[in-house]
């Protein structure tokens, strides 16, 4: 279940672009923005999380606009809960 998505989950700076794609789509500059690192590295970050299924990307004119993929992320919560939800199996 979602081997791809924790791998991509595993590093905080992926985290940290999950966390502004919450508030906002943005492109991959505008996510640079917010960190100290090379353009280059920002892409093979958001690759990973494109691969992970995580975000989606549609170009707009020039630039690359990055979205949340929340069906993604829903599932592996929903996977996640199954580990809190512990019905009448401990009842018997």
């Known amino acids: 279940m979602g081997g791809e998505a924790f ?8 985290r940290r672009i999950l966390e502004l794609l919450r508030s906002a789509d943005l ?3 505008e996510l640079a923005d ?10 093979h970050h958001l ?12 170009r707009e004119g020039q630039s690359i606009v990055y979205s949340l993929n929340t069906s993604v992320l829903q599932n592996l919560m929903s996977w996640f809960y ?3 939800d512990r019905s009448d199996s401990d009842d018997e």
């Open 7 to 14: 791998k991509a989950l595993a590093d905080p700076t992926r």
């Open 27 to 29: 492109t991959a500059g």
């Open 34 to 43: 917010h960190f100290d690192m090379t353009k280059p590295s920002i892409s």
């Open 47 to 58: 690759n990973t999380l494109k691969a992970a299924g995580l975000v989606d990307a549609e």
């Open 82 to 84: 199954t580990f809190t």
